[in-house]
């Protein structure tokens, strides 16, 4: 599995100056272990058991680290939940289990020298 930290550079590289990139991932701390994957590996069947390894799951503070490193803005997080009832996800401000980020490319800054009159 590659290094977060390179995932989020190459995306920076990759991206135009203006241009947005979204990072997709699993929160790391207890709810997220019982529900991504305690419930969803184990219980619901959801995905193959042993899909998630804990150490591997991303706090967002650590991302947000990533992203600033590459020179990529803060632009929004939401969180992703999903009720196993109804098979319904929707985008809330709970970001304790599974979370977007959008980021943005900062504009480069003009070359453009304006002429004193």
Known sequence: MPDPAAVVKACAALVKPGGYVFFSTINRNAKAFLFAIIGAEYVLNMLPRGTHEYSK???????????????????????????????????????SVNYLVATQRPEMASNHVEEKL
């Open 57 to 95: 799951l991303i706090k967002p503070s650590e991302l947000a680290r990533y992203f600033r490193a590459e020179n990529l803005d803060f632009v929004q997080t939401k969180g992703l939940e999903y009720n196993p009832m109804t098979r319904h996800y929707w985008l809330s401000n709970n970001t």
